[in-house]
């Protein structure tokens, strides 16, 4: 019986770990009924990987073609509120991807009119820029980039 309810136990604190905000270490995409783009990129990869981390809010969006069985396509357009790391001013193209499948970890897309933290790096051709990840910019994920970062923005 005691075994029965550790394994319960366990698995709850399991369960609300995987669900929590993005802080530390842990992959996110936001809220669970709506993951956003990256959300299986963990945010120090992200971190890591981006050219360039901005906030900024989606004022159109274009897109949604199909690429591979399990993708769509985006290009959002972004006016930048801050550059985290990395240079961008303005207003910027964003390709963002879109997981569809497996239904359990679809993905949804930015929506028009919202802020959102983008990690980008930037593609070998003509500077197009790609999402790696997309965040809501929430006090408590901009706090938990910034900690990444090391606090003071811009990272060498």
């Known amino acids: 019986m005691e075994t029965v309810f550790c394994v319960f136990v366990f698995l709850g604190l ?52 199909p690429g591979a069985p399990d993708q769509i396509y985006y290009s959002c357009a972004i006016k930048v509120r801050r550059a985290i790391r990395g ?14 499948l497996p239904k359990e970890k679809a993905e949804t897309a930015p929506e028009k009119g919202k802020e959102y ?15 790696i990840k997309v965040l809501r910019a929430t006090s408590e994920n901009l706090v938990a980039v910034e900690a990444m970062l090391g606090g003071a923005g811009e990272k060498p």
Do not use: H
């Open 14 to 65: 399991y369960l609300s770990a995987a669900t929590a905000a993005p802080t530390g270490d842990r992959p996110s995409g936001g809220d669970m009924e709506k993951r956003l783009p990256g959300s299986s990129v963990w945010l120090r990869e992200a971190v890591e990987r981006a050219d360039v981390v901005i906030t900024g809010e989606v004022v159109s969006m274009r897109g949604g073609e």
């Open 87 to 100: 240079d961008a001013k303005g207003e910027v193209t964003v390709d963002v991807t879109v997981r569809t």
């Open 117 to 131: 933290v983008f990690f980008v790096v930037k593609k070998p051709v003509k500077g197009q820029l790609e999402a």
